[in-house]
């Protein structure tokens, strides 16, 4: 892929990505890995999600009056997210980029089937102190393998039932930390280099219009309908990631 061929696709990967965080609320990391991923290594399009994710998760995270009552909540979650992720980063900067594309794959096609399917879940406050760390991990694991922030995080916090806008914050919360825990694994593992950090500012931008264009579409469409669009998208995107060591 030459150069203007390359921009062309940074750019137009993070207007796409926050088109869809600007109409779901979520979402920026997932497509940028998924589009990113199919023409670099995961590792390398881990790197460059980096500023774009860390900025736009902040902005969620920081929208709200509950952050300091989420972390008291939260801290054993986001132990194990931070723990999790920096040992699995190990697994994506070292394994085969096929294989560890096919990983992409599959935690794509795996979010977007439970998120088509949304199934009702309810898990009482009691149960907080064990699980919490326990889905720190697992999530940190996935996401320093795959660089997707999202499972199974995100039906966790559904479950407990949290108001909209503590929901919002604790996604971005989550988001944050994986986005922060990620960088520090690629950077423990060797992968995180200063030219990679170019190219992730230069998405910035492109992630920005395309947030402002999601807010301004949200208010015009079903947002139900794009999202059922948007996990579609991500089912095929996981499908052709998940073929490519096999063909």
């Not at 919002?168 to 989550?174: E, F, H, K, R, T």
Request: aromatic share 8%.
């Amino acid at each position: 892929m030459n150069e203007y061929a390359f921009f062309l696709l940074l750019t137009l990967t993070f207007l796409l990505a926050g088109l869809v965080k600007g109409v779901t609320g979520m979402g920026l990391p997932t497509v940028a890995m998924g589009l990113l991923g199919t023409a670099m290594a995961p590792a390398a399009a881990a790197a460059i999600l980096v500023i774009p994710s860390l900025l736009t998760n902040l902005w969620q995270l920081l929208a709200g009056p509950a952050v300091l009552s989420l972390l008291r909540r939260f801290w054993a979650m986001m132990l194990g997210i931070v723990l999790g992720t920096v040992g699995g980063a190990a697994l994506l900067v070292r394994v085969d980029p096929l294989w560890s594309g096919l990983a992409l794959g599959i935690a794509l096609m795996g979010y977007a089937g439970y998120a088509l399917i949304s199934p009702s879940l309810s898990i009482p406050v009691r149960a907080e102190p064990w699980l919490s760390p326990l889905i720190g991990l697992v999530t940190g694991i996935i996401t320093g393998a795959t660089g997707v922030f999202v499972m199974p995080a995100v039906p966790y916090l559904q479950a407990l039932r949290l108001d909209k806008d503590e929901l919002v914050q604790a996604l971005g919360l989550s988001f944050t930390v994986s986005t922060l825990a990620l960088a520090a694994g690629l950077l423990v593992h060797g992968a995180l280099q200063v030219d990679q950090l170019g190219l992730s500012s230069l998405a910035i931008l492109p992630a920005l219009a395309g947030m402002w264009l999601g807010q301004r579409i949200r208010a015009r469409i079903s947002a139900r309908r794009f999202r059922q669009c948007f996990l579609l998208f991500l089912l095929l995107l996981g499908l052709e990631l998940i073929s490519r060591p096999f063909f």
